[in-house]
């Protein structure tokens, strides 16, 4: 069995098999000096990679320091990283400038040392694949799609499933506050939104003609109470070229609410119409307010919805999940190809 250093995300049923990297820093750099290093994300990469040369596999966290010891193990010469999740940054929607300095970066650093340090690279949507093994220029065996269970980590928080007419929304990330709301000026429908304090000014702007209810930053219970308490959730997606909405998703069929939801990029191979939700175009608030009027007219078309999505993720779940994440850090076969 090959020996992990393991500072990744995932938790449920991988430690088993991996040594964890604070656990590590504690052995080898006793505990004062373990707790600054990993306070510190630059110091962090510079121990992963002296740590590295006792293990056959390292897992690091991406975005914390994920770039910066590709590098650092490019120069060491050693071939030993596996990016478990990984969620790249994209410049698309950034500023021209932004955008060519990274794609210049990309390029000229970040990509010749993913080459010389990279084993294996995890992707959550199938159009990933061939995007990263082409920007880096990765093998293709070194780039593997590995489909996220949307539903089943964990016990939902709410039991009340009221149905009450309304429509729910909420989301941090890739949010289009201006379709919904301008779907929502459509329908006339109750709505209930939950938005980051970054998106609160925004869409209280927006909501002065809607009246929504709107709360922000609130606990995980009580966004499932005021989900589960809702007829339809829309899940409004801006294209931010990777992915997103995914457990927005798993909630909405985890809390048995029918979802519409846009068909971003991001929901390749998640969103299925009419199976795990409603698909609608981006930019479309057209298309969002005749669906999402259907839901709430037809009882039973939105409870056939809630039984497909409820159907689908039972067919794939974590425990299907992790053996493929475990069969990809130990570099050995992906043994679920049929699972997709």
Same mark, same amino acid.
């Given at each position: 069995?090959?020996?992990?250093?393991y500072?990744a995300?995932?938790?449920h049923?991988? /430690?088993?098999v991996v040594?964890?990297?604070? $656990?590590?820093?504690?052995?080898?750099f006793?505990k !004062?000096?373990s707790?600054?290093?990993?306070r510190?994300?630059?110091?962090k990469?510079f121990?992963? =990679?002296y740590l590295?040369?006792d293990?056959d596999?390292?897992? @690091?966290?991406?975005?914390g320091?994920g770039?910066?010891?590709s590098l650092l193990?490019?120069?060491l010469?050693?071939?030993?990283?596996?990016?478990?999740e990984? &969620?790249?940054?994209?410049?698309?929607?950034?500023n021209?400038l932004?955008?060519?300095i990274?794609?210049?970066?990309i390029?000229?650093?970040?990509?010749?040392?993913m080459?010389r340090s990279?084993?294996?690279?995890h #992707?959550?949507? @199938?159009w990933e694949?061939?995007?990263y093994?082409?920007?880096?220029r990765? @093998?293709?065996?070194?780039?593997?799609?590995?489909r996220?269970?949307?539903? $089943?980590?964990?016990e *939902?928080? %709410?039991?009340m499933?009221a149905?009450?007419?309304?429509?729910f929304? =909420?989301g941090r =990330?890739?949010?289009?506050?201006?379709?919904?709301f301008?779907?929502a000026?459509? $329908?006339?429908?109750?709505?209930t #939104?939950v938005?980051?304090?970054?998106?609160? @000014?925004h869409?209280l702007?927006l909501?002065? !003609?809607?009246?929504?209810k709107?709360?922000?930053?609130i606990?995980v219970?009580?966004?499932d109470q005021l989900m589960a308490q809702?007829?339809?959730?829309?899940?409004?997606?801006?294209?931010?070229?990777?992915s997103?909405?995914h457990?927005?998703l798993?909630s909405?069929i985890? /809390? $048995?609410?029918?979802s #519409? +939801?846009?068909a +971003?990029k991001?929901?390749?191979?998640?969103?299925?119409?009419?199976?795990?939700g409603? %698909?609608?175009? *981006?930019?479309? *608030?057209?298309?969002?307010?005749? &669906?999402? !009027?259907g839901?709430?007219d037809?009882?039973?078309?939105?409870?056939?919805v809630v039984e497909n999505g409820?159907n689908f993720v039972?067919?794939?779940n974590k425990?299907?999940?992790?053996?493929?994440?475990?069969?990809m850090?130990?570099?050995?076969?992906?043994?679920s190809?049929?699972?997709?």
């Amino acid at each position: 069995m090959k020996k992990i250093l393991y500072d990744a995300s995932i938790e449920h049923g991988i /430690l088993d098999v991996v040594d964890r990297l604070p $656990g590590v820093c504690a052995l080898r750099f006793g505990k !004062t000096l373990s707790k600054i290093v990993l306070r510190n994300n630059i110091l962090k990469a510079f121990a992963v =990679a002296y740590l590295a040369k006792d293990y056959d596999i390292v897992a @690091p966290d991406w975005y914390g320091y994920g770039r910066l010891l590709s590098l650092l193990m490019a120069i060491l010469h050693q071939k030993k990283i596996v990016f478990v999740e990984f &969620i790249d940054y994209n410049p698309a929607n950034k500023n021209a400038l932004v955008a060519f300095i990274y794609n210049l970066y990309i390029k000229l650093i970040l990509a010749p040392s993913m080459r010389r340090s990279v084993l294996g690279l995890h #992707v959550m949507t @199938p159009w990933e694949k061939d995007r990263y093994r082409q920007l880096y220029r990765l @093998p293709e065996n070194a780039v593997r799609y590995i489909r996220w269970p949307i539903a $089943g980590w964990s016990e *939902p928080s %709410s039991t009340m499933q009221a149905g009450n007419g309304s429509v729910f929304s =909420a989301g941090r =990330a890739a949010c289009d506050w201006d379709t919904l709301f301008a779907a929502a000026r459509l $329908g006339k429908w109750p709505l209930t #939104v939950v938005c980051s304090k970054k998106d609160l @000014p925004h869409v209280l702007e927006l909501n002065k !003609t809607v009246g929504a209810k709107v709360y922000s930053e609130i606990a995980v219970s009580e966004h499932d109470q005021l989900m589960a308490q809702a007829s339809v959730c829309v899940i409004c997606l801006k294209e931010s070229n990777k992915s997103s909405g995914h457990i927005r998703l798993g909630s909405c069929i985890t /809390l $048995g609410v029918p979802s #519409v +939801v846009t068909a +971003v990029k991001g929901m390749d191979g998640y969103l299925i119409d009419g199976v795990t939700g409603c %698909s609608v175009p *981006p930019n479309d *608030p057209e298309a969002i307010f005749r &669906i999402v !009027t259907g839901l709430l007219d037809d009882k039973n078309f939105a409870q056939k919805v809630v039984e497909n999505g409820r159907n689908f993720v039972a067919s794939y779940n974590k425990d299907h999940y992790i053996r493929r994440v475990k069969a990809m850090l130990m570099q050995e076969p992906d043994p679920s190809e049929t699972i997709i």
